[in-house]
T-cell receptor
Framework: DTEVTQTPKHLVMGMTNKKSLKCEQH?????MYWYKQKAKKPPELMFV???????INESVPSRFSPECPNSSLLNLHLHALQPEDSALYLC???????????FGQGTRLTVV | AQTVTQSQPEMSVQEAETVTLSCTYD???????LFWYKQPPSRQMILVIR??????QNATENRFSVNFQKAAKSFSLKISDSQLGDAAMYFC???????????FGKGTKLTVNP
């Protein structure tokens, strides 16, 4: 199984809502990532978890809260988002940083 | 800080022809890895090819090959016998050895004309 599964595929939320994005991988990878991607732009790294511990936070606003409950799961909790946070959110995993990163299909988030 | 530059925002190619996408990077490190990722309209990023900096031989994966010029810090992707399914955004990416960060270029949108 070389898949990274993200749910939901699409999400519309109001600025006062709380929602969560989920990501799952069963490849035994020790690193998991959240990226934000705006249209026609490259992915921007948000967070990296290594061995279930947060190793990189790219100065992401606190309205985005990552969580890694176990080595296979990665969540991104969303609260009080702004319309400019609307984007494609990609999850990825890798065995080591310099080997292949496997990406999920992403969650298309719209904040209204 | 490492940077990756893709100077071609858009490229087009006729089906069955060959196209080359350009990428240059800037780093002072000697241990690093370079990647080409493909992102079709379905949104999923897929690894096309990977090159280790310590390897002199250019990587090849079926119709995809790279021209890795380490001294020039250039890493171009050649797609031979282009197919309609090759149409996508192509991102060049860099990773420093031991690092968990991927640095992406801005991407090149490839159109394949029938």
């Amino acid at each position: 199984d070389t898949e990274v599964t993200q749910t939901p595929k699409h999400l519309v939320m109001g600025m006062t809502n709380k929602k969560s994005l989920k990501c799952e991988q069963h490849m035994g990878h020790r690193a998991m990532y959240w990226y934000k991607q705006k249209a026609k732009k490259p992915p921007e790294l948000m967070f990296v978890y290594s061995y279930e511990k947060l190793s990189i936070n790219e100065s992401v606003p606190s309205r985005f809260s990552p969580e890694c409950p176990n080595s296979s799961l990665l969540n991104l909790h969303l609260h009080a988002l702004q319309p400019e946070d609307s984007a494609l959110y990609l999850c990825a995993s890798s065995d080591r940083g310099y080997t292949e990163a496997f990406f999920g299909q992403g969650t298309r988030l719209t904040v209204v | 800080a490492q940077t990756v530059t893709q100077s071609q925002p858009e490229m087009s190619v006729q089906e069955a022809e060959t196209v080359t996408l350009s990428c240059t990077y800037d780093t002072s490190e000697s241990d690093y890895y370079l990647f080409w990722y493909k992102q079709p309209p379905s949104r999923q990023m897929i690894l096309v090819i990977r090159q280790e900096a310590y390897k002199q031989q250019n990587a090849t994966e079926n119709r995809f090959s790279v021209n890795f010029q380490k001294a020039a810090k250039s890493f171009s992707l050649k797609i031979s016998d282009s197919q309609l399914g090759d149409a996508a955004m192509y991102f060049c990416a860099y990773s420093q050895g031991g690092s968990e960060k991927l640095v992406f270029g801005k991407g090149t949108k490839l159109t394949v004309n029938p």
